[in-house]
């Protein structure tokens, strides 16, 4: 597997604006994770040939603060007038980063899980990825949103259920690239404003406990 570089190096639940928000893209080998990666990011790397990737991909981004206010329903965000540095890690669905989770995982703030709709075993590997990364993520259901590939172009969509349990409670959004782009684009950005504004609530805490000590 491939070392990943570009670390950031903040600690868990604290947001400095010098430091990206650290979110993993995860999903079944064909997903279409790298795709939405370099959809998000506009990447300027080639759509459409698939190439699986190795270990992990790491993009940063930026997301203007007045997009985020606008899907934001409270006015806090308003304060932060600094555009959010989003840092996407796009790990490859190879078993042997497994090896590496527990470094990838680290300060993750957030997380996108990918899958095709049309691929009959998809939601079992999306349930099974969910259980064994959230040992280590330990995030709450806000800090996930599920991305559901469908496909626009004459190929049926054999819509597979997730199966009620642990993935039902998860935020989900479907996503045609060549007729859903924009309100993927809106859902990422409402979720990436709703991870924020809770890292902000839950160091505004933090803050609160110290000086009580």
Request: charged share 25%; proline share 3%; glycine share 4%.
């Amino acid at each position: 597997m491939a070392t990943p570089n570009r670390i950031s190096k903040h600690e868990r639940g604290i947001m400095a604006s010098s430091n990206p928000t650290k979110v993993l893209l995860l999903g079944p080998a064909k997903s279409g994770k790298t795709t939405l990666a370099n959809f998000l990011s506009d990447a300027k790397d080639a759509i459409g040939q698939y190439r699986p990737t190795v270990g992990c991909r790491i993009l940063e981004f930026q997301i203007e603060s007045s997009q985020l206010a606008h899907h934001s329903s409270s006015r806090t965000n308003n304060n932060n007038t600094n555009n959010s540095e989003i840092q996407l890690w796009d790990c490859s669905a190879d078993r042997n980063v497994s090896n590496c989770l527990p470094a990838i995982a680290n300060d993750a703030a957030g997380v996108l899980l990918v899958y095709d709709i049309t691929a009959d075993d998809h939601t079992t590997e999306l349930e099974e990825l969910y259980n064994v990364w959230n040992n280590y993520l330990e995030l709450s259901p806000s800090r996930y949103l599920i991305v559901a590939r469908k496909w626009g172009d004459g190929q049926p969509n054999r819509k597979r259920t997730i199966k009620m349990g642990t993935l039902a409670r998860l935020s989900r959004v479907e996503w045609d690239i060549d007729s859903d782009g924009h309100r993927v684009q809106n859902e990422f950005r409402s979720f990436m404003s709703s991870v924020l504004l809770d890292i902000r609530r839950k160091r505004e805490e933090e803050e609160i406990t110290i000086l009580k000590q």
